[in-house]
Structure formats: C-alpha cells, structure tokens
C-alpha cells in the first residue's frame, strides 16, 4: 500500500477511505497519475479501469445505479475531462451520485500554451450539485511554482516557517473542501466536480500517510416534513392518480401497495422503470391512453378519466401519451412526493412534499379515500386494450412489436434488465413485465448514448444475471462500452437490428425520403457479429419468429461467455405495424 506524496491526492484517497467510496473508476492519463497509482495500490478500493472517459463516465453511473452510493470517476487533464459530460447529466436528471475527480494543471500553466490544458473549473456548470477547485499545495516542487512569473501562491520574500504554516492552512481548506462535496453528493444524489491542480513530479509515493485528516463526517439524510400533513390538499377526492415514474427497488412499502390496490378512487399508472409490482396497477400507459386520441369522442373520454388529484413518486415519465393528457386535461392539483426534484411536467403547478412516499400515504389515505369507483373506469379500458392486444399481437407478422411479444415471455426472471432509449423502452412498456424485479433505463436525458456502458457498470455490481436490450443505434454508438476487462460470462445482450432509427418514421410529420433517410433515419448496413468476435461474445442471429425462439432456448443458458443476440427487422414493416397496432386498440 503506498500513497501519493503530494498533500492533495493523499487527502482525496483518505477522504473517500472515511467516507466509505470504495469504487473507483480510474481513466488513463499522466496528470492523474498520483490518484490512479494511490487509489489502485490500496486494497480497500475496488478500482476499475476504463480507458474511454466518456463510456467510463455511463459505466460509474451504472455501479451507482445499482449501489446506490457516489461512485469516484479519476480522469486526467485536457480534454478527458469534457467526455465524462453525457453521463454527468444523466446522473444529474436521474438522481444518480457520481463524484468527477479531475487533474488539473496548476492556474499558472492554463491559457499558456501548456499541453493538455484547458479550462476546467466548473466546467459542467449547473449540471452538477457542487463544483469545488483545491487549493494547491505549496510544499510540493516549491521551485518549480516559484519559477512562473504568473503564479501568485508563494510570495518570493516567503520564508520556511511561514512557508509551512501556509501549507498548514491550504490543507485545512482542502480537508473541508472536500467534506463539504462528499456531503453534498449524499444528500442530493447528484454528481459533484472536484478539480485538482498537481504540479510535477507526479509519481512520488510513500509507504504511510504523511498526515491524518481531521474534520469528522457529520451526515444525517434529508429529514421527512411532517408540516405537509397540514396541507389544504389533503382530502377526500372521487379521483386521485398516482404516477410512479424511474426508480429503483422499494420506492413504496409493501403494506403501501396492498392498501394503495383496495381504495376505488385511486389508480395507480406505472411505468415499466418503476420498479413496482402489483396486479391491481396499471401498466403499458401508451397502450391504455393512444386509441382514445383516435377516438371521435376523445374529449368526452379524456374529461371522464382525468384525475382531480394528480400524486407523481419518482424520476422521470417515460409515456408520452400520459404528458399529452394531463397537459391538455389537467388535474385541479399536483403532489410530488419524495426528495428528489419536483417537476411541474404536466403545466398545473405542483407542490413539492419532501416526505417519504410510503410514510405519507399510509398516514393520508383514510383522509384521501372516497366512495367513487374510479378504478372502475380504468378496468373497463385495460381490459378492453389487453383482448385488442392478444388479437393483434397473434396476427402480426415478425416485426420489432412481435420482437417484444416474443421476449417477453422468454426472458428468465432472474435477470435485471436494462433497456436502451429511444423505440426500444417504448416498445417495451407495451408489455407486462411484472415479473421482473429490476428494469433500468437511462431516462434521465433520455439519450441513446452510454446504454452499453451502464449495464456492464450494473452487471459488475449486481448478484443477478443482467441483460441488455438494446437497439442498433444505440449499440453501435456505445461500442467501447464493451472495451474493458470486467464482463461477466452471464451478461448477455439482444440487439433489435432494424438498420436505423425507426422510431422516427411513427412521427406525426415524417415522411420517408432519401433525405431523411440519411439524415433522420440514418441507415446502414451494419451487423454486431465482428464486435462480438472482437469483444470475446458468442454471436447469435435471428431473422424470423422461429429462428428467434430456438436461439432463445439456449440463449440464457449458462455459458463460459457473454453473448449477443442479433435480431433482424425490416424498419417499414416495422413502423407501419405500430402504427395499425393502435388503430387496432379501440
């Protein structure tokens, strides 16, 4: 075990030590050598190397996803740092904490033609909790600081003694510096940004800490408002709605969700990401609420199943269909409750609870409840759209939607899923999977790139099985998500290939064309077999519903490798389906 000399980084490895931030997902570089080589030397840390910041960046939030806990990022100077930002604001959105630890070159070096310099202070501005620079520390190559006639840290008539007791003081600021983030980090799951100036020599190590840090960790999570039970809001109403958007495992207790499945006048709408499991809740919400925007009398229907109390728990909404509703029919109030942010996506203001979920329905809902059968009319749709479904799904030729009929049934429930963005989570929320008991998807900015990446980060960090499901796109955009040492044999991936973005082409407007072919659709000729072959994956191809059922029966099947599945479609047929598919719901 050896520790970098340099005061800074030794205080950054003995922090996140006290702290209890075991992983660390280090990128390579010279600047951060004194982190990389410290933090890797000391076996309390389970360090990763990824060598692409920007799919190391996805791969941290991944771990943190499933931990729950800040995962450390260590990057080097320049413009390593600028490649960690897509994931930075897909934790930030998601509520995901990472802690960004950059190295730096000293002030006096930037804007000075410096190799490998630009400028990082707070460089991801507003899309992190905190941003916070180190103090540099002036006992470490004293000569070479003093060399710059641009640096102002050592003033030239300074003498030993005061040098030391200068010293004494940066590292009292930087020990509170750095408890000051790391407490941030922790009460608003968000990332945060450390910047850190190191001057050269970069590799000087020694065997013990050449100091003990002080400041003791004082940390108590955000405490429940017991005010809001006072709140005029809290009364009987013939129609509440509860909207359950991303989260993880045990967003509402048990005895929450068989009291939340016997009031009438409530309904539960979830999404796929929620995580949240009950027969008498309704899922699939683009395929309840789509045939009634085709329907003549789609205003009579919207005015009849729109709530009057609107409580939204979680992250983000995926449905579309469900935003276009309450914004055109919106309920007289909207709770958030939760202490993540409070979003008013529905245009109706909304009042921000900071309580747990489960704590306050069990203590409102005597006061909520009333006799009106409101899940009577949400009964009525779903079992309407689900024989509608059936027949459809049946008849339907192989398609991206038979794709997922297929799945869904096939996929072993002891796998945690993750799901790629844009048609691929769609189409999976037209489908049960109640009997999973993780799907994530990185809806926080809702973006195609890093979906790879993040579920090789959550596989390292689950006990189960985890399963990628993905699009073309979406994959071949990532593909170093697969460049690293630490994919288990029981990962595997199935890669709908329908050779573009198709999502596109069930957009109101869209018309197929060379132009948006190439520019909108972007297609190609591309297949995943030779990334397979690179990455050491066994390779599968499907084409059909039969040739797609017999690989899946040994697909799963314990193996020395991951493996990937490359499923076939035709985009046009695919998109004119979907398109009918809905038609068909009425």
Not at 65 to 79: E, H, N, R
Not at 429 to 453: A, E, H, P
Request: aromatic share 10%; net charge positive.
């Amino acid at each position: 075990m050896i520790y970098p000399k340099i005061n800074s980084a030794q205080t950054i490895i003995l922090y996140c030590e006290k702290f209890n931030f075991f992983n660390i997902v280090i990128s390579p570089g010279s600047r951060n050598a004194p982190l990389a080589i410290g933090f890797a030397s000391n076996k309390k840390f389970d360090c990763y190397s990824i060598v692409d910041e920007r799919s190391a960046g996805f791969f941290a939030l991944g771990m943190s996803q499933q931990t729950q806990k800040p995962t450390v990022l260590i990057c080097t100077s320049g413009s390593a740092l600028l490649n960690y930002f897509p994931a930075i604001a897909e934790a930030y959105y998601s509520d995901i904490p990472l802690i960004i630890i950059s190295a730096d070159r000293p002030d006096y070096k930037i804007d000075i033609g410096d190799g490998q310099t630009i400028r990082q202070k707070n460089v991801f501005g507003n899309h992190v909790a905190s941003f916070k620079n180190l103090f540099q520390d002036i006992n470490h190559s004293t000569a070479s600081v003093l060399e710059s006639n641009l640096q102002n840290l050592i003033p030239n008539s300074l003498k030993t003694a005061e040098l030391l007791k200068l010293q004494k003081k940066i590292q009292s600021s930087n020990e509170k510096i750095i408890t000051e983030l790391f407490t941030k980090t922790l009460a608003f799951l968000k990332p945060v940004h450390l910047n850190v100036p190191l001057e050269e020599p970069l590799t000087d190590f020694i065997n013990q800490p050449s100091f003990q840090v002080q400041n003791k960790i004082k940390y108590t999570s955000e405490n429940n408002d017991l005010s809001v039970f006072n709140s005029p809001l809290i009364k009987s109403y013939n129609k509440i709605m509860i909207l359950l958007g991303c989260a993880n495992n045990g967003l509402l207790s048990a005895n929450v969700i068989n009291e939340l499945s016997n009031c009438n006048n409530i309904v539960v709408l979830k999404e796929t990401t929620s995580n949240i499991n009950n027969v008498s809740f309704f899922g699939k919400i683009d395929q309840l609420i789509a045939p009634i925007e085709l329907s003549k009398n789609s205003s009579d229907l919207f005015n009849e199943i729109k709530p009057e109390l609107l409580i939204t728990i979680g992250g983000m909404v995926i449905s579309k269909k469900i935003k276009t509703m309450l914004r055109a029919y919106r309920p007289t109030a909207h709770i958030h409750l939760g202490h993540n942010d409070a979003k008013d996506t529905f245009y109706c203001g909304v009042d921000h609870y900071k309580i747990d979920p489960s704590l306050f329905l069990t203590t409102s809902l005597k006061k909520l409840v009333s006799n009106y059968n409101y899940k009577q009319l949400w009964n009525n749709i779903s079992k309407k759209r689900e024989f509608a479904h059936e027949k459809f799904i049946k008849n339907s030729p192989f398609s991206d939607l038979k794709v997922f009929s297929v799945l869904q049934p096939t996929i072993p429930s002891i796998y945690n899923i993750q799901v790629s963005n844009s048609s691929t989570i769609r189409y999976m929320q037209l489908f049960d999977y109640n009997r999973f008991s993780k799907v994530n998807c990185n809806r926080g900015t809702s973006g195609i790139d890093g979906s790879s990446s993040t579920a090789v980060g959550a596989s390292v960090k689950s006990t189960s099985p985890t399963l990628l499901i993905t699009g073309d796109l979406s994959f071949f955009y990532d593909a170093n998500g697969l460049w690293n040492s630490y994919i288990k044999s029981s990962f595997r991936i199935i890669v709908i290939n329908n050779k573009g973005g198709g999502i596109f082409k069930i957009l109101p407007g869209y018309k197929n064309n060379l132009i948006t072919s190439e520019f909108i659709e972007t297609r190609h000729k591309l297949t995943t077999k030779h990334l397979a072959k690179m990455h050491g994956f066994d390779y599968l191809k499907a084409r059909s519903e039969i040739g797609l059922k017999w690989h899946l029966l040994r697909f799963f099947k314990k193996s020395s490798k991951p493996k990937i599945l490359e499923i076939l479609t035709n985009s046009d047929l695919s998109s004119d389906l979907l398109k009918k598919y809905f038609i068909n719901l009425k």
